[in-house]
């Protein structure tokens, strides 16, 4: 269960997993900042249903690479 106004962060959110918990996330009310890879038309459209989520680029992947370098 949800606390009303809680804030989610969702990385992978343009596709698969990260795109259906962000989706849920946003039907049961929370506010959502999704980062992502490539947008993806799927994200898009969340986007539109939703104009509240907070996007952002970024590579996970690369950002640990940089770390451990």
């Known amino acids: 269960m949800l606390k009303p106004g809680s804030h989610w962060l969702v ?5 698969r997993l990260g795109l259906l918990l ?7 009310g929370a506010k959502v900042s999704a980062l992502y ?3 993806t038309p799927e994200l898009e459209e969340l986007c539109r249903k939703h104009p509240s ?6 590579d ?3 950002q640990m690479l940089i770390r451990i370098s």
Request: contains cysteine.
């Open 11 to 15: 990385a992978g959110a343009s596709k």
């Open 22 to 28: 962000a989706r849920k996330l946003l039907e049961r």
């Open 37 to 39: 890879r490539t947008l």
């Open 53 to 58: 989520v907070r996007l952002f680029s970024f």
């Open 60 to 62: 996970l992947c690369e």
